[in-house]
């Protein structure tokens, strides 16, 4: 169990791994699906926290304009959980099923069958 006196403690050895999908520039088609290893190792627990804060407080703020009329001064929002995250992204998982099943990347068609194909299933 991780208490407040804990915060100031430093990370040692922790890296952690998630795929991501990076395109030239926002309008671009073309993009690369990359591992992304961040590595934690020398930060406390606190700059880990307030990290994972910044990022909810952006999400909360994005939903909370929906609302913003009925908004009070102080709002009390439970963090969620991220639920159960895959190993590889969806995309990646079903490029490697495609390669196995020896469909060409570069031939459109023969990988468009191959998605309907899985979809219809």
Same mark, same amino acid.
């Given at each position: 169990m991780i208490n407040k006196s804990m915060f100031d403690n430093e990370i040692g050895n922790i890296v952690l791994t998630k795929v991501c999908s990076v395109k030239p520039d %926002?309008?671009? &088609? #073309?993009? !690369?699906? +990359?591992t992304v290893n961040m590595d934690y190792s020398g930060l406390t627990l606190y700059d880990v926290f307030v990290k994972a804060l910044s990022s909810d407080v952006i999400k909360w703020q994005a939903a909370a304009r929906k609302r913003f009329d009925s908004l009070d001064k102080v709002e009390n929002v439970k963090a969620k959980s991220p639920g159960m995250r895959p190993q590889i992204d969806p995309a990646t998982a079903l490029? &490697? #099923? *495609?390669? *196995? *099943? %020896? +469909?060409?990347? !570069?031939? !459109?068609? *023969?990988?468009?069958?191959? +998605? +309907?194909? !899985?979809?219809?299933?």
């Open positions: %926002g309008d671009s &088609n #073309e993009s !690369k699906q +990359i490029a &490697n #099923e *495609a390669i *196995a *099943a %020896g +469909i060409d990347m !570069k031939d !459109k068609t *023969a990988l468009a069958n191959f +998605i +309907i194909a !899985k979809l219809s299933k």
